[in-house]
Nanobody
Framework: QVQLVESGGGLVQAGGSLRLSCAAS????????MGWFRQAPGKEREFVTA?????????YYSDSEKGRFTISRDNAKNTVTLEMNSLKPEDTAVYYC????????????????WGKGTLVTVSS
């Protein structure tokens, strides 16, 4: 059974940085695409970023996060990290780590497992 546990959320001022981590177990981590989604209050869950299992260089970002967020994975430690810089109040959300074998890495419905989420609050 896929188990994903996020950590690193918290309160940060606008312009600040946070690092989220996700520890994975119950899966062959190296063959899963790992991603992050987020859900802001009153809004639908949305795709943030993903790192393909195929290559360390195969990373994908939504347009609003490109250049500010960086995803990385460590297959030896079964972890995936999201570095978030230049945070904005609109980045406030619960951030979910997710894993998939599907090619549709940005489709929440295609995820094989996900964590309970970690709250990020960006104050203005």
């Amino acid at each position: 059974q896929v188990q994903l546990v996020e950590s690193g959320g918290g309160l940060v001022q606008a312009g600040g940085s946070l690092r989220l981590s996700c520890a994975a177990s119950g899966l062959t981590f190296s063959i899963y695409t790992m991603g992050w989604f987020r859900q802001a209050p009153g809004k639908e869950r949305e795709f943030v970023t993903a790192a393909s299992w195929r290559s360390r260089d195969n990373t994908y970002y939504s347009d609003s996060e490109k250049g500010r967020f960086t995803i990385s994975r460590d297959n030896a430690k079964n972890t995936v990290t999201l570095e978030m810089n230049s945070l904005k109040p609109e980045d406030t959300a619960v951030y979910y780590c997710a894993a998939t074998r599907s090619l549709y890495y940005s489709d929440w419905g295609r995820m094989d497992g996900w964590g309970k989420g970690t709250l990020v609050t960006v104050s203005s």
